[in-house]
């Protein structure tokens, strides 16, 4: 009993972590943007002065940062879902930042029955996992493909699938385990958790070089 409210209570502890972590990151996005939007009316009095100049090659170097600037903030990905379109949106900037290639086609309803913190501990720790694991990988092999849509008008389809290196995780019966070690692996727990909560069906696979993760839940 004493062993499962210490589980328990550090799950909890996990939980609120992924969530404060999730925030910080969505919330640095945004803040991303919206200075960008701040400093546009800079940009156009900058140019304007280019052009007064006739410095046309002034202008285009400007609007060439600029571009490069703004896809550093840009919402690349609309699921449908505004929580989902927040976390996706945020681990692929994460991605990115460390020369991952992610690949995506999600479409999600604007509502769905489960919760947002189910959506947000579930994709957070797939894309975490995802991540970290790419990173024994060098740079021109790393990808993370992810799909996401809802199948027969009744369920959640979600699938992360992500380059491995010869470090695989460890199988025991019919469970993956983290290899990252004593104090890790919440993240996994809390995923299985929340799908046998759910009634939903979770499957991971390690194959021909690759991890993948397909979760199924009911919204209906």
């Not at 200075?35 to 170097?61: C, F, P, S, V």
Request: charged fraction near 30%.
């Amino acid at each position: 009993m004493f062993l499962s409210k210490q589980i328990d209570k550090k799950i909890a502890s996990y939980q609120k972590e992924l969530i404060e972590t999730h925030y910080r990151e969505v919330d640095n996005m945004y803040r991303q943007i919206r200075g960008w939007r701040h400093d546009y009316r800079n940009h156009i009095q900058t140019m304007k002065a280019l052009l007064t100049n006739g410095d046309i090659d002034g202008i285009r170097e400007y609007l060439d940062k600029l571009d490069t600037d703004l896809n550093t903030v840009d919402v690349v990905i609309k699921t449908g879902n505004s929580m989902a379109d927040a976390i996706l949106n945020s681990k692929i900037s994460l991605a990115k930042s460390k020369d991952i290639e992610v690949k995506i086609d999600a479409h999600i309803p604007i509502k769905l029955k489960m919760s947002e913190i189910d959506l947000c501990v579930i994709i957070g720790n797939l894309f975490d996992n995802a991540i970290e694991a790419s990173m024994f990988l060098p740079p021109e092999k790393r990808l993370i493909r992810v799909y996401m849509d809802i199948k027969n008008n009744s369920q959640l389809y979600i699938s992360f699938t992500n380059f491995t290196s010869s470090r695989k995780m460890k199988k025991v019966g019919n469970k993956f385990r983290t290899t990252k070690g004593d104090g890790h692996g919440f993240g996994l727990v809390r995923i299985d958790n929340i799908i046998e909560r759910l009634d939903g069906y979770l499957s991971r696979n390690s194959e021909d070089g690759a991890f993948t993760t397909e979760i199924l839940i009911p919204q209906i």
